[in-house]
């Protein structure tokens, strides 16, 4: 097969002035085409079960030129190209980015330690270690993620929905009320939370059963890390803040509703996992206790366990939180809300963005608040959220007037109320410079989501999606990353 190289440059005897103009002329609708054609046929090859096919198709795209280059862009154009590993290096000009094309092989490759920092969790006191790696191996992870993707996606858990081309949290929201919203609907729910899941998957199992180039695999999982200066292994676990991390958990924890489905027919079980975070409903709380037995076997196979203290057993009557919406049933009726948790914390950063905003112009503070707002609205319009926005709305109005009041001490309230707020359009109290105007939540109109067909395979089915993209699921995927 075919092998798209590089033979007209070489790293060594090209100039920056050369360099440069190739990156700034490179074909990327050239590449991006080539690149899909070969991982469309790695799908469509693992679908068949022709996996020896598959494997080779895999060794194409890593070792092609295009691919490499669009390993190498990703790297240095995304949120993350700021931030350098522990060699110091990034890749800003275009003749530093054409050159890593060139240098990037999986010949010799040894991936250096990863820089630790801990950043805070939302909402807890806790550290969540975050591991950077260098920009070369950031390269080759995303290099082998182009290779890997498209297996994954082809052998994943229909209903695993994190972490996936053209899926979102609303798919999964969409997909537990199909499940729990008729009067003949599983009555209980197993609300999973697996124990530092990223930290602790079993290194041997994934080089034995991750297909992928076993040394490279090696490489990224054995790198260990930098903290203060001092060297820590690996042993276990994939490094949080890595390209491939997700798509290795993903790999990791499918294979769990295949395992329920054989095990507990007619019982009522329905599995939707979005990352790490998963629900089982069950007929019964022995069913439910049942199940908990079997996934607690799953994941000890690859070094996992479950969370005694997060993981429970709830009657969908009491309700459960789930990425970020409360699901209950009220008098038989189910109902999908913000969950309370969800609420007080965009109230709060709200309130912290107003608060660090005492002597900063109005307009600079509905810049401030505008994504806030509308990344927070467009996340939830798709639940029972109409009550919700109008109460948030209420709750900003209240801050805003004591921020204007603060600012004003001397002067009246009719005085605050004509600097500050202005009739536009059809609302008389818009928080507005005329220029730029604050955004309300409940200017958001409530839609219905809806359900992406879960056997459907981005690169298998590119006209499904391409039709269904104009709609909102890229949309809202993208809000998703904001929180």
Known sequence: MHVICSTTLTS???????????????PWDKARSYVNRLQTRIAKAVKEGKYRLAERLQYIVTHSYYAKALAVKKVSENKGKRTAGVDGVRWRTPAERMRAILSLTDKGYKAQPLARIYIPKPNSGKMRPLSIPTFYDRAMQALYVLALQPWAETTADITSLGFRLNRCAQ?????????????????????????GCFDNISHDWLLENIPMDKKVLAEFLKAGFLYEGVYHSAIMGTAQGGIISPILANLTLDGMKTLLEIQFKNKKVNFVR??????????????????????????????????????????????????????????GKLLIKPSKKAVSTVTRTISDIISHSKSASQKVLIDKLNP?????????????????????????????????????????????????????????WAFTTFVSTLIRFSDTKIRRHVLVQLKRNPF????????????????????????
């Open 171 to 195: 798919d999964a929201a969409a997909y537990l009320f199909n499940c729990l919203s008729k009067s003949k609907s599983a009555q209980f729910v197993l609300e999973g939370d697996i124990r």
């Open 12 to 26: 060594e005897d090209s100039t920056d002035r050369e360099l440069a103009r190739h990156w700034n002329h490179f």
């Open 274 to 331: 979005y990352a790490d975070d998963w629900v089982i409903t069950a007929e019964s709380r022995e069913v439910a206790e049942q199940v908990k037995a079997a996934v607690e076997g799953f994941l000890a196979e690859r070094g996992l366990s479950l969370s005694e203290e997060k993981t429970k057993i709830v009657h969908i009557d009491e309700g459960f939180d789930f990425l970020s919406w409360n699901f209950r049933k009220y008098s």
């Open 372 to 428: 806030v707002i509308r990344g927070w609205s467009l996340y939830h319009r798709n639940v029972v959220s109409a009550k919700t926005f109008s109460s948030l709305d209420h709750a900003v109005w209240e801050l805003l007037w004591q921020w204007a009041k603060r600012r004003h001490p001397d002067k009246g309230h009719g005085w605050i109320v004509r600097r500050y707020w202005h009739s536009v359009d059809n609302s008389n």
């Open 460 to 483: 298998l089915d590119r006209e499904y999606f391409s039709a269904r993209n104009g709609d909102s699921v890229t949309r809202q995927t993208t809000v998703y990353s904001f929180f």
